[in-house]
């Protein structure tokens, strides 16, 4: 037998073996009351251990609960690229490098934490735009392939993912489930929002809302 009912019945036996071996001598030193009479040994009662199986790792379902949120649209600088999914975190860092020169040589300053929208995606690879907000104004046109526009703007449900680039994949695949399980249908278009700055963050110390579009 095996598994946990094998586990508690191991267990007792060797409590009872244990408490034979302790009591064995004393019964044997026990004066005998007949030529044939025995003393019995005091009957052990082995307590039943409850165990709980414990998958390791396994998150609390509670602790991955997104808040729904409508989002404003907010002025954006847009550029726009694609990427290997072996690169994207540099791309992304050279993305935004851009964007914020661009933004000192029109003028305006950041007002707000980068927008990174994933268009299409596929095995090799991605497409993305990043957005910076920003606030000001210009009369100058930025350079390709850059563009000024507005954010998102719609009802959202948020997921937060905290640590590092690399293991997003398994905050992705919670979204997934998560959607899956609430009959939740999506479109395929994910926004992040970095709360950490990428030009300074260490790609394994990240604060990321994973935003998700609703219908």
Known sequence: MTGVWGTRLGRAAVVFGLMMALVAPAAAQAPQKGPDALTPPPVV?????????????????STFAPDELTLSPVPVLTISGSSSWEDAYDKLVEAVRKAD???????????????VMYNTSDDRGFDYEVQVPFSGTT??????????????????????????????????????????EKNIEQNDLYIERYRTDLLTASPEALEIEILVPLP
């Open 101 to 115: 020169t661009e933004l000192k040589r029109l003028g305006l300053t950041q007002a707000g934490q980068v927008f």
């Open 139 to 180: 009369t100058q046109k930025p350079a390709e392939p850059m563009k000024l526009g507005g954010s998102f703007a719609g009802k959202v449900l948020r997921f937060v993912h905290t640590g590092s680039f690399g293991d997003m994949d398994n905050t992705y695949e919670q979204i997934a489930n998560y959607l899956d």
């Open 45 to 61: 009662d082995p307590k039943k251990v409850e165990t709980t199986p414990v998958t390791p790792g396994a998150p609390a379902a």
